[in-house]
């Protein structure tokens, strides 16, 4: 069983970087797809930033495509999320997401057949 988890989460101040991982477990991490989403208190969740498995491309929200920037490293199972002035309204938990069968990036929630338990990001103003 393919398992996800997601590290790096915390307290920032705004206009603070911050690098998410996502370590992924018992599956071909390298035929993953993977994104990350997030949820805001009282929100719906909300796709950030994908990746494909063997063409690495990548797709990003409009939101945060100047702000932030996924990336992988097949040899460390991982998946990152580089997150760079942090604003208060980034506040929320983050959670990265895979998709097996060696496609390209996908950032419908629906697409994704595992998912990581979430990390808090919090940035204070």
């Known amino acids: 069983q393919v398992q996800l988890v997601e590290s790096g989460g915390g307290l920032v101040q705004a206009g603070d970087s911050l690098t998410l991982s996502c370590t992924v477990s018992?599956?071909?991490?390298?035929?993953?797809?993977m994104a990350w989403f997030r949820q805001a208190p009282g929100k719906e969740r909300e796709f950030l930033a994908a990746?494909?498995?063997?063409?690495?491309?990548?797709y990003y929200a409009d939101s945060v495509e100047d702000r932030f920037v996924i990336s992988r490293d097949n040899n460390k199972n991982t998946v990152y999320l580089q997150m760079n002035n942090l604003k208060s309204e980034d506040t929320a938990v983050y959670y990265c997401?895979?998709?097996?069968?060696?496609?390209?990036?996908?950032?419908?929630?629906?697409?994704?057949?595992?998912w990581g338990q979430g990390t808090q990001v919090t940035v204070t103003s």
């Open positions: 997401a895979g998709r097996g069968g060696g496609g390209s990036y996908y950032w419908h929630d629906y697409d994704h057949d595992s």
């Open positions: 018992g599956g071909t991490f390298s035929s993953y797809s």
């Open positions: 990746i494909g498995s063997k063409d690495g491309r990548r």
